[in-house]
């Protein structure tokens, strides 16, 4: 069975702050990768997602991430965060074969204007 | 349309009740999901239905009932649950359950049992 870690569980920023928040996974075949993000009160929305291809991601609202293989790692980031990015943030994965979401810890995000 | 949409949003009830979550999308797809969230925890996946039929079971107790009636709707029916069962429970939908695919959530229905 696949699992995530997000090692972050807490991160404090002040507007115009890069983020990076971190993500790696275990799992002994391919995967896919997904960052959603909860904003408060709010439903799971898609930032984006890896399948396959360029291993960097361009997703919603500016984030990016970069799947590195060797690393087993799908960081997410992004270059200047504002204070509406104040959320919580989930890695996730399925099996190339299969679409059940494992997903990670989450990473709460604040961001001080 | 990329909307899931449940019901209702918040449910008060007794560990003796019978009640029911409902969980619907218009977008088509034909694999619908149902996700246990504690607080400050991610989402645990419970129930998988692929073509209105009932996939996967992550050994979710009995007190909990999933039923799809038709490809658009999606109930979790609930009796006899324990204050422990208090989370968000969200709904999901994709495609089809076996390519891999984006879910889309729902709000979900926050669950308080007493």
């Known amino acids: 069975a696949q699992s995530v870690s997000q090692h972050n569980h807490h991160v404090i920023l002040s507007e115009a702050a890069s983020l990076e928040l971190g993500c790696n996974y275990s799992?002994?075949?391919?995967?896919?990768l997904f960052w959603y993000v909860q904003y408060p009160g709010q439903h799971l929305q898609l930032l984006l997602k890896y399948f396959s291809g360029d291993p960097l991601v361009k997703g919603i609202k500016g984030f990016e991430a970069e799947f590195i293989k060797s690393k087993f790692s799908f960081n997410l980031r992004k270059p200047s965060v504002q204070w509406s990015d104040t959320a919580e943030y989930f890695c996730a994965v399925t099996p190339s074969q299969g679409n059940m979401l494992t997903f990670g810890g989450g990473t709460r995000l604040m961001v001080k204007p | 349309d990329t909307e899931v949409t449940q019901t209702p949003k918040h449910l008060v009830m007794g560990m003796t009740n019978k009640k029911s979550l409902k969980c619907e999308q218009h977008?088509?797809?034909?694999?619908m999901y149902w996700y246990k969230q504690k607080a400050k925890k991610p989402p645990e996946l419970m129930f998988v239905y692929s073509y209105e039929k009932l996939s996967i079971n992550e050994s979710v107790p009995s007190r909990f009932s999933p039923e799809c009636p038709n490809s658009s709707l999606l109930n979790l029916h609930l009796h006899a649950l324990q204050p422990e069962d208090s989370a968000l429970y969200l709904c999901?939908?994709?495609?089809?359950?076996?390519?891999?695919?984006?879910?889309?959530f729902g709000a979900g229905t926050r669950l308080s049992v007493l």
């Open positions: 799992y002994g075949g391919t995967v896919n």
């Open positions: 977008m088509g797809h034909r694999a």
């Open positions: 999901a939908s994709s495609q089809d359950s076996v390519i891999p695919q984006t879910q889309y």
